[in-house]
């Protein structure tokens, strides 16, 4: 019964970690929350930081997934910089230390473009797709 358990968390986690276009789905939606995001950072609003927190842990938990799934070590290793970084904000906020949540959130934002740089390409036709 373990052993059947196991298999099949192993191909939900494979199969999920697979889907590119469910990939996108979580992805694509990052770009115009981190403007939101900017204009929180430098407004010191910590309800819309909060928010946006929550939305990145999710999403660069998703894609730590992912890229395991495609065996991609490199960008694995940037998805748990970015989630300590997002935590590091998140726990900064809930301590109520703006301005240490805005250090913490310029970390962030620098974790966005190396990976983006290595694992994702533009097609002919202008879209974004990625590479490994």
């Given at each position: 019964?373990?052993?059947?358990?196991?298999?099949?968390?192993?191909?939900?986690?494979a199969?999920?970690g697979q889907?590119?276009a469910?990939?996108s789905?979580?992805m694509?939606?990052?770009?115009p929350?981190?403007k939101?995001f900017?204009?929180?950072?430098?407004?010191?609003?910590?309800?819309?930081?909060l928010t946006?927190?929550?939305?990145?842990?999710d999403?660069y938990?998703?894609?730590?997934?992912y890229?395991?799934g495609?065996?991609?070590a490199?960008?694995v290793?940037?998805a748990?910089?970015s989630?300590?970084?997002v935590?590091?904000?998140?726990?900064?906020?809930?301590?109520?230390?703006m301005?240490?949540?805005?250090?913490?959130?310029?970390a962030?934002r620098g974790?966005?473009?190396p990976?983006?740089d290595q694992y994702?390409e533009r097609?002919?036709?202008?879209?974004y797709?990625?590479k490994?």
């Open positions: 019964m373990k052993k059947m358990l196991l298999v099949a968390a192993a191909l939900g986690v199969a999920f889907d590119e469910e990939f789905k979580w694509k939606p990052l770009g929350q981190m939101k900017g204009a929180a950072l430098e407004a010191k609003d910590k309800a819309e930081m946006t927190g929550k939305l990145l842990k999403s938990t998703k894609t730590k997934t890229f395991a495609k065996n991609a490199g960008a290793a940037l748990d910089k989630l300590a970084a935590e590091a904000m998140l726990s900064s906020l809930n301590a109520d230390n301005d240490k949540a805005v250090s913490d959130a310029a962030v974790t966005c473009k990976c983006h994702r097609t002919p036709e202008g879209q797709k990625i490994l």
